[in-house]
């Protein structure tokens, strides 16, 4: 038995891949642009300029997480 992989199906699995780790990523993204109701910049400067609150705090933390990632 003779496997063979040629290049362009590597390149093929691999763009496929990242698509899919982007899926989940992407719709983080937009759970919490709808829970805030506006874009990450924004709320990154809420927060940054706003008083303590650690709901507010974890959410940015775990976003910025995923823009960082995305």
Not at 17 to 34: C, N, T, W, Y
């Amino acid at each position: 038995m003779n496997l063979q992989i040629h290049e362009k199906e590597i390149k093929q699995y691999k763009k496929l891949k990242i698509i899919g780790d982007l899926a989940p990523i992407k719709e983080h993204i937009k759970l919490f642009e709808k829970k805030y109701g506006l874009p990450f910049h924004e709320f990154e400067k809420q927060v940054s300029e706003g008083t303590e609150d650690f709901e507010r705090w974890d959410d940015y933390i775990e976003w910025k997480a995923y823009q960082k990632k995305l």
